[in-house]
């Protein structure tokens, strides 16, 4: 077997690790990609001025934000685009719903996505773009521009 040196930075300090390919490829090599898409997507999302909230959390967070509204106006919106939102993911098919949840709220690719439910990738990415369409179209119903 060979083997690997891989280097792995926290703060100032740096390791140099020699790891064998076996080690490499079930540990360290996931775990780098995985850093690298949350990487791009951060920043991704940075760039065009959002912030990392998924439906579930924007959900718990509500009740939270109620308390620290700074005018009623806010809390209106939220609450109104909160229902709007609730509307929509109820207007979904459950299989649709789950899907929705995973890639769009949970940042989950559709590759893990299809590996965990034993379909097939294009199947799915297919499926997320209908899904896609279908809250597009609902929200602009509920007058809200997408």
Same mark, same amino acid.
């Given at each position: 077997?060979?083997?690997?040196?891989?280097?792995?930075?926290?703060?100032?300090?740096?390791?140099?690790?020699?790891?064998?390919?076996?080690?490499?490829?079930?540990?360290?090599?996931?775990?780098?990609? $995985?850093?690298?898409?949350?990487?791009?997507? &951060? *920043?991704?999302?940075?760039?065009?001025?959002?912030? =990392?909230? /998924?439906?579930? !959390?924007?959900?718990?967070?509500?009740?939270?934000?109620?308390?620290?509204?700074?005018?009623?106006?806010?809390?209106?919106?939220?609450?109104?685009?909160?229902?709007?939102?609730?509307?929509? $993911?109820?207007?979904?098919?459950?299989?649709? &719903? *789950?899907?929705?949840?995973?890639?769009?709220?949970? =940042?989950? /690719?559709?590759? !893990?996505?299809?590996?965990?439910?034993?379909?097939?990738?294009?199947?799915?990415?297919?499926?997320?773009?209908?899904?896609?369409?279908?809250?597009?179209?609902?929200?602009?119903?509920?007058?809200?521009?997408?």
């Amino acid at each position: 077997m060979s083997d690997r040196k891989i280097t792995v930075r926290s703060g100032n300090e740096e390791f140099t690790l020699d790891v064998t390919e076996e080690e490499y490829q079930r540990y360290y090599r996931p775990w780098w990609q $995985m850093k690298k898409r949350e990487q791009r997507n &951060r *920043e991704a999302m940075e760039l065009n001025g959002y912030t =990392e909230e /998924s439906y579930e !959390e924007w959900k718990e967070n509500d009740m939270r934000s109620e308390l620290f509204a700074e005018s009623m106006e806010e809390l209106a919106e939220r609450k109104m685009l909160l229902n709007v939102l609730r509307d929509a $993911m109820d207007s979904l098919m459950p299989e649709e &719903r *789950e899907l929705a949840m995973k890639v769009f709220g949970e =940042e989950m /690719s559709i590759c !893990e996505f299809a590996k965990s439910k034993g379909e097939n990738r294009r199947t799915l990415a297919f499926r997320k773009n209908k899904v896609m369409e279908k809250l597009r179209h609902f929200f602009r119903e509920q007058g809200i521009d997408v």
